[in-house]
């Protein structure tokens, strides 16, 4: 982040400088949230914050490139995280969202390994109701499936949102429970092992 911070300050007007300060922002902010530090919520407001704005500033530069439209997402993400989705819906987010993930996912939908298409299906899953929509969000998670990008970190995360979605309906929870006891293959990531023995628990 800080090597991003002061290429951004050196070249205010360099697309690239901007969108990598921006997925820093996110990055910390994210690795925050999922180590569980105390006061990672501040963080996640803060840093998604600063994040939206160089996201932001990278889409003026080249609105043709995905980067800039999909870290201005995930950056509304982690400060959805810090102040709650309903305090970011209230400030009139979930518009400008939605539009940044769909013409990322419209550039080139295969950035970030799939990350984009993971990022829409989780962004219709946890809208609340009367907003979010399971049957875009089910589309979504299953083209990233088909997809078949490389087993990561991503993919552990993946498993657990879309088991949550799974286990709604009595049909796939056994998919669900094939998916959630490959978390602790995919990740050592303390923070997803448990959501994930947390919804086993349930089924």
Same mark, same amino acid.
């Given at each position: 982040l800080d090597l991003c911070l002061k290429e951004a300050e050196k070249n205010p007007n360099d697309y690239k400088a901007n969108w990598?300060?921006?997925?820093?922002?996110?990055?910390v902010g994210y690795e925050t949230k999922i180590s569980e530090e105390k006061g990672w919520e501040a963080v996640c407001k803060e840093y998604g914050k600063k994040g939206m704005g160089y996201a932001d500033k990278a889409v003026k530069l080249d609105p043709k490139?995905?980067?800039?439209?999909?870290?201005? *997402?995930?950056?509304? *993400?982690?400060?959805?995280? *810090?102040?709650?989705?309903? !305090?970011?819906?209230?400030?009139?987010?979930?518009?400008? !969202?939605?539009?940044s993930f769909e013409t990322a996912y419209k550039i080139d939908k295969t950035y970030d390994k799939g990350g984009v298409i993971v990022a829409l299906g989780r962004f219709w899953q946890v809208l609340p109701?009367?907003?979010?929509?399971?049957?875009?969000?089910?589309?979504?998670?299953?083209? =990233?499936?088909? $997809?078949? =990008? $490389?087993?990561?970190?991503? !993919? $552990?995360? =993946?498993?657990?949102? =879309?088991?949550?979605?799974?286990?709604?309906?009595?049909?796939t929870k056994d998919e669900a429970k094939s998916l959630l006891e490959e978390v602790p293959k995919l990740t050592n990531v303390t923070y997803w092992q448990k959501k994930a023995k947390t919804l086993l628990d349930k089924i």
């Open positions: 990598m300060t921006a997925r820093a922002y996110r990055e490139r995905c980067e800039g439209y999909y870290y201005y *997402g995930l950056n509304v *993400g982690i400060y959805s995280d *810090g102040v709650s989705i309903l !305090t970011a819906l209230k400030e009139g987010l979930k518009d400008k !969202t939605q539009t109701w009367p907003l979010s929509d399971k049957d875009k969000s089910m589309e979504y998670y299953r083209e =990233f499936q088909k $997809a078949k =990008f $490389a087993k990561t970190k991503k !993919t $552990a995360e =993946f498993n657990v949102h =879309f088991s949550e979605l799974l286990m709604e309906d009595s049909k």
